[in-house]
T-cell receptor, first 113, second 112 residues
Framework: EAGVVQSPRYKIIEKKQPVAFWCNPI?????LYWYLQNLGQGPELLIR????????DSQLPKDRFSAERLKGVDSTLKIQPAELGDSAVYLC???????????FGPGTRLTVL | AQSVSQHNHHVILSEAASLELGCNYS??????LFWYVQYPGQHLQLLLK??????LVKGIKGFEAEFIKSKFSFNLRKPSVQWSDTAEYFC??????????FGTGTRLKVLA
């Protein structure tokens, strides 16, 4: 069974540029999460989807971050414009239900110069 | 706000030593508790989880964790570590209904 797929794995951009991350969850998983992980810290939830509905986006900085999950499968997380402080690893995870185990992708390491 | 605390940030052990990593949380409701592990160069994966029943749960690779409700703790243990256990370990606990927060992680290094 294929795991959670994320792309790109690495991204280097200059500040004020836009960037987008893509996630394909495990087939059949209705719940999808985007996390941000800073060096030396645990993952911090940005947004959670149940199918195509964003049910928890309280931690998403909505002035520059946006996300979508069209058709309730793939998801895209966008930052526009990126700031130096956005340098981090962006993780996507999926689960079969909101109380189920989360399966993580490899993450996208973003560096903003 | 709900919180989670992993007290040990860095742990260095020799092979065959015993391991215990602490995880304490503040959420007072029904708890589903998790330990995740991230091996070098790999992504986060589930080590073990507690949903209900026996408070002593066993996971992969000889790890176990004990849920002590009165202490709001879910400590991870392994009687004898191996070099291959070198990794970063995260506990995840509820912060509300269907919401989880992750600890800051414990980086374990096992010396061969």
């Amino acid at each position: 069974e294929a795991g959670v797929v994320q792309s790109p794995r690495y991204k280097i951009i200059e500040k004020k540029q836009p960037v987008a991350f893509w996630c394909n969850p495990i087939s059949g998983h209705n719940t999808l999460y985007w996390y941000l992980q800073n060096l030396g810290q645990g993952p911090e939830l940005l947004i959670r989807y149940e199918n195509e509905e964003a049910v928890d986006d309280s931690q998403l900085p909505k002035d520059r971050f946006s996300a979508e999950r069209l058709k309730g499968v793939d998801s895209t997380l966008k930052i526009q414009p990126a700031e130096l402080g956005d340098s981090a690893v962006y993780l996507c995870a999926s689960s079969g239900g909101i109380e189920d185990t989360q399966y993580f992708g490899p993450g996208t390491r973003l560096t903003v110069l | 706000a709900q919180s989670v605390s992993q007290h040990n940030h860095h742990v260095i052990l020799s092979e065959a030593a015993s391991l215990e990593l602490g995880c304490n949380y503040s959420y007072g409701g029904t708890v589903n508790l998790f330990w995740y592990v991230q091996y070098p160069g790999q992504h986060l994966q589930l080590l073990l989880k507690y949903f209900s029943g026996d408070p002593l749960v066993k996971g992969i690779k000889g790890f176990e964790a004990e849920f002590i409700k009165s202490k709001f703790s879910f400590n991870l243990r392994k009687p004898s570590v191996q070099w291959s256990d070198t990794a970063e370990y995260f506990c995840a606990v509820p912060s509300g209904t269907y919401k989880y927060i992750f600890g800051t992680g414990t980086r374990l290094k096992v010396l061969a």
